[in-house]
């Protein structure tokens, strides 16, 4: 694997995050992390969407006019979204969490991270970087929504992944980590916990 | 190739568009089948929670086919009825009402629809009969299942769910057990066209701070539209079933004056209602003699 590609793998993780640096994505994940299992779900949907529609679009890019490419864009992901939120509602194991998510799961439409990366990189780029590009920055995403997630789980309920952690200590799960103010103040932290370690991203 | 063209512009998007649409289309199809048996299964699930035969949580991890087997297992009768109270058709096993139905119901009640009410009524074999209720909350439907006891009018139960009120706040219609747990044991008032309510501050309370029993229950903090939304939703669709529930509330012995009887003679029938003045309440059965002792008239 060659330093470009392992480059476009590694970044949207940690140094280009879409939610802790580029702050894309950030109504989802405050809306979809009060459960590990809900952040999972989410997490892998928006991976397989990114992925596969900077795949679709990569292969096209010479062939779409100019003119219409957002909304051929939209076209794409919106086919993508259905799609997963169809086979989110087919399967036993996920039709609950699919209904937990509700409208979450088709908002990934406009989440800005599929379109921005779809814009910025698939466009220009050979269908399979463009596939890893798209993967990378879901899984970038996805990781701060687990992060956040364990937290909010943990705290706000005293489980992880449903299992009871902290009730049987006598734990009294708090509401507040519960609401969506909270995962604002998570992100917050996370946002200064890099910042200190990533000193090229702090403002002069 | 220049892309810009107009003509190669709309044929590209056309044909795009042509092609997703049929792969869509292809799909919904295709998982129609599993997705309505989800929905079915989520659907009795929650009537089986009101009836208190489980947690929804149970019936989660139970898995799709052991939630029907106990449902066949547990149910007398299901039935429609109309806004009169009469019983219209059977209902089969396999048919339960999923929340679009309830909505087209719901119009039916409202009288916006295109036909008559016809509203499932479900009697399980403890005795327990639930129904469904269906309405508008904040930020979409609201609708749940209300179980009744045998007298027709103690609600043993409740389970409400939603399609997208906030988490939290109106969400707790569902997810909060306590507020569920304020339906138990109250009363459903039939005779009045506010059934039940869902106020602030709930019942009022006796002099040693216990809840009186009646129709009111505390509303949620936070979440006044889903807490009016979902008071009207069961408003409307239990007074809706008013005359169905107060027909098949068990007769209690009740002495009527015939007014028709010159000699003024009472006669003891089967009433529907402990009062005979309840708006309502009517004594079919009940035989008035005349001065002469020949049974001339029935009701007064």
């Keep these: ?204 | 190739m220049n892309t810009n063209n107009n003509l190669y512009t709309v044929i590209y998007t056309t044909l795009i568009v042509v092609v997703v649409a049929a792969l869509l289309a292809f799909v919904s199809q295709s998982l129609k089948g599993k997705q309505e048996a989800n929905e079915k299964a989520d659907t009795i699930s929650q009537m089986m929670t009101a009836a208190q035969f489980g947690t929804k949580a149970e019936f989660q991890k139970m898995g799709n086919a052991a939630v029907l087997r106990k449902y066949s297992e547990e149910i007398g009768q299901a039935f429609t009825v109309n806004t009169k109270g009469e019983k219209v058709s059977d209902l089969a096993l396999e048919k339960v009402y999923s929340p679009s139905e309830l909505k087209r119901q719901n119009y039916n009640i409202k009288g916006t629809g295109n036909g008559e009410a016809e509203l499932p009524v479900f009697i399980f074999k403890n005795g327990i009969t639930v129904v469904p209720v269906y309405g508008a909350g904040l930020w979409g439907p609201v609708w749940g299942y209300i179980a009744f006891a045998q007298d027709q009018k103690t609600i043993v139960s409740a389970y409400f769910d939603h399609e997208s009120e906030t988490a939290g706040l109106g969400a707790k219609i569902k997810d909060d057990p306590a507020f569920q747990a304020e339906f138990n044991g109250e009363l459903a008032d039939f005779a009045s066209a506010n059934v039940f309510e869902i106020v602030k501050g709930g019942s009022p309370k006796n002099a040693d701070g216990s809840e009186v029993i009646d129709n009111k229950i505390d509303a949620i903090t936070g979440a006044t539209m889903t807490s009016n939304g979902l008071d009207t939703a069961i408003d409307t669709w239990l007074g809706a079933y008013a005359k169905y529930f107060q027909g098949a509330a068990p007769a209690t012995r009740n002495t009527c004056r015939c007014s028709a009887c010159p000699c003024g003679e009472t006669c003891t029938c089967d009433c529907h209602c402990p009062e005979k003045t309840e708006p309502g309440c009517n004594c079919p059965g009940c035989e008035c003699k005349d001065c002469d002792g020949n049974v001339n008239h029935t009701e007064e």
């Design chain 1, 1 to 204: 694997m060659n330093a470009k590609l392992k480059e476009t793998i590694l970044n949207p993780i940690f140094k280009g995050n879409p939610i802790t640096v580029l702050v894309l994505g950030i109504c989802s994940s405050l809306a979809v992390t009060v459960t590990l299992k809900g952040a999972l779900v989410m997490a892998l949907s928006v991976i397989v969407v990114t992925g596969i529609s900077s795949l679709i679009l990569s292969l096209l890019r010479n062939t779409i006019p100019g003119r219409v490419r957002i909304i051929v864009q939209l076209v794409v992901v919106a086919m993508m979204v259905i799609l997963v939120d169809q086979i989110l509602k087919s399967f036993e194991a996920t039709y609950a969490i699919d209904k937990q998510l509700s409208v979450y799961i088709g908002l990934i439409i406009t989440n800005c991270i599929v379109m921005g990366r779809i814009e910025a990189f698939a466009l220009g780029n050979a269908p399979w970087p463009s596939f890893l590009d798209g993967v990378a920055n879901g899984a970038g995403y996805g990781m701060i929504l687990l992060i956040v997630a364990f937290f909010r789980e943990l705290l706000g309920s005293g489980t992880l992944f449903g299992f009871d952690i902290l009730n049987r200590f006598g734990y009294v799960p708090n509401n507040l980590v519960i609401l969506p103010p909270f995962a604002l103040i998570l992100l917050g932290c996370i946002v200064w916990v890099q910042r200190s370690i990533q000193k090229d991203l702090q403002e002069k």
